[in-house]
């Protein structure tokens, strides 16, 4: 494997620096291409013993996104509606009948089968970090994000979820950001504000 070296400052730019999260979008559509191309990113980043417990449902017709924006808070449901695209991040409570495939080193399956706290633990944590790797992902091939929680979980895994060991995490929208839609920056501190070196 070669060295690695530091991504340059526009690359920074894209993923971090300059990137938003958005309330609404350019009339532009999202490919299905572009939809692979970001699986293809999110399922390398690191999850507990390669558990991937995320289950996405990427809503693009009209019918599906009004589905769900009933489920949502005032305000989100035109987000939902509006959106090219947007995706429900759940959450396999039985990712573990996956392991052997997934993490065949070793009978990781036997730590979660019968344990459904430690299961559940898991795929929240783990779904929580592939939702961020979502939105990274989906930064680097050149779309915009706007993640969400103002919505009813329950009646969501009803609506897509249902019959599954599926659960919702988060919602988030998917397209091409309109710069109208969003405020100022808000404030991000300084190292020593929130870190401590031991």
């Not at 990427?58 to 987000?79: H, I, R, T, V």
């Not at 429900?88 to 990712?95: A, Q, R, S, T, V």
Request: proline fraction near 6%.
């Amino acid at each position: 494997m070669s060295a690695k070296l530091p991504l340059d400052q526009n690359a920074l730019n894209q993923l971090f620096c300059e990137a938003r999260s958005y309330n609404g979008y350019q009339d532009k559509e999202v490919s299905a291409l572009q939809m692979d191309a970001i699986w293809e990113l999110m399922k390398y980043a690191p999850t507990s013993a390669n558990c991937l417990p995320a289950r996405l449902i990427w809503c693009q017709s009209e019918e599906s996104k009004k589905k769900l924006a009933a489920l949502s808070m005032p305000g989100n449901d035109q987000k939902i509606i509006e959106a090219p695209v947007t995706v429900i991040i759940g959450m396999d409570l039985e990712f573990y009948n996956e392991l052997p495939e997934l993490f065949p080193h070793t009978d990781a399956k036997s730590w979660f089968d019968s344990d459904p706290k430690n299961a559940q633990v898991t795929a929240f944590r783990n779904s929580s970090l592939q939702g961020a790797y979502f939105i990274m992902a989906a930064r680097a091939v050149g779309l915009d994000t706007g993640p969400l929680s103002g919505f009813d979980n329950a009646a969501v895994d009803d609506a897509f979820f249902t019959g599954t060991s599926i659960k919702s995490n988060f919602i988030s929208t998917l397209g091409y950001g309109d710069e109208v839609s969003i405020f100022e920056r808000s404030p991000r501190p300084k190292f020593n504000k929130f870190n401590t070196i031991l």
